[in-house]
């Protein structure tokens, strides 16, 4: 399935807009299932993936690349859709984890091959590896840096 990583009203009312349910985890912290995504004003187009565990939770920033990202199309295998309950790619959203350099923010990358992918209808979760995964990077550049040599800038 074909899904689209633009940004879609949803209309669906439970459970709460900023919970995901995250069976397996994500990839490293397979403990934490639950997750909510905390939209702060300022920190847009950056979201916080806040994950809870059983005695703690840890933090992530992530992205809706649409609009960010030009030209990503990610394609799910189709039993990943089916595991997920996707009816249409409306249904799929999709969050980029960020990895932020706090000496030099304006190296942020996105990790486009293993999205978090959220039906938006029943907000159950999961990353997993788009099928198309070699037309794009783990480590792809949010800002192109007009100083770096040109083969680092094709990734």
């Known amino acids: 399935m074909k899904v689209l990583p633009e940004l879609y009203p949803t209309d669906f009312d ?46 992530f920033i992530v992205i809706e690349p649409g609009g960010i990202v030009p030209g990503y199309e990610p394609e799910l295998f189709n039993e990943d859709a089916d595991g997920l309950d996707l009816r249409s790619p409306a249904e799929a959203m999709i969050l980029n984890v960020v990895t932020l350099q706090r000496q030099n923010p304006v190296e942020a990358t996105a990790n486009l091959i293993g999205p978090i992918v959220v039906n938006r209808r029943t907000r159950l979760g999961r990353q997993l590896v788009i099928s198309n995964y070699s037309r794009y990077s783990a480590h792809h550049p949010l800002v192109e840096n007009p100083q770096a040599p040109v083969a680092l800038r094709i990734a």
Not at 26 to 38: D, H, K, N, P, Q
Request: cysteine-free; charged content about 15%; hydrophobic content about 45%.
């Open 14 to 59: 439970t459970p709460p807009a900023n919970e995901i349910l995250l069976p397996r985890g994500i990839i490293g912290f397979g403990a934490y299932t639950r997750a909510e995504l905390l939209y702060l004003p300022d920190h847009l187009p950056f979201l916080w993936m806040k994950l809870h565990g059983a005695t703690d939770h840890i933090h």
